[in-house]
């Protein structure tokens, strides 16, 4: 290699580690016999392989709910984004996953409900005389959060199956997040 090449080798870049590794291979390749110079420059050529993350699979889960739940949910959220610029992209589902993650740490032992159950009633079903707004919404979890969802539906249920609904898993998910965080305004 002539040195001209050698010498302008990198001043783009002087601040790219590659270029720099590059560089240092190509001087010692000019010094040291043709029998290491293949040894050098295979050490350069296998590039550090990062494993990618893998993001987990989310599912739209669908909620229905009283207003007032939906509206702490949406209050908290943006309490949480002004706090300060690492919640910028905190969402409603991050609220969800948050409560959820109270209820695991305080709510009941859970009996694994049998493979492929879901322990919920299709239809509405009311909870008593009282008419209060509903709302119908969806917050985006992962699978182990829809499993820990149905497993504690299902334990909750007891003997009764759709005795304790997702509104109702609503409810407790709601009592947790206000005990850590009081009445929001």
Same mark, same amino acid.
């Given at each position: ?47 550090? @392989? ?74 509405? @079903? ?60």
């Amino acid at each position: 290699m002539k040195d001209r090449v050698l010498t302008n080798f990198g001043k783009k870049k002087e601040s790219s580690s590659q270029s720099l590794k590059l560089q240092n291979v190509f001087q010692k390749m000019q010094v040291q016999p043709a029998e290491t110079q293949t040894e050098a420059v295979e050490e350069i050529v296998t590039p550090s @392989v990062k494993k990618p993350k893998t993001k987990e699979k989310s599912f739209n889960f669908s909620f229905v709910s009283e207003a007032e739940n939906i509206n702490y949910i949406r209050r908290l959220e943006f309490e949480k984004r002004r706090q300060g610029s690492e919640f910028s992209y905190f969402t409603s589902s991050d609220v969800v996953k948050e409560g959820i993650a109270l209820l695991r740490k305080k709510g009941p032992k859970l009996k694994n409900r049998p493979a492929g159950m879901i322990p919920t009633r299709r239809g509405r @079903v009311s909870n008593g005389t009282e008419l209060k707004e509903k709302v119908t919404t969806s917050f985006s979890l992962i699978e182990d959060e829809v499993d820990y969802i149905y497993d504690y539906i299902y334990t909750k249920s007891g003997d009764i199956l759709g005795s304790f609904t997702k509104e109702s898993f609503m409810n407790d998910m709601i009592k947790e997040l206000k005990n850590k965080y009081g009445e929001l305004e």
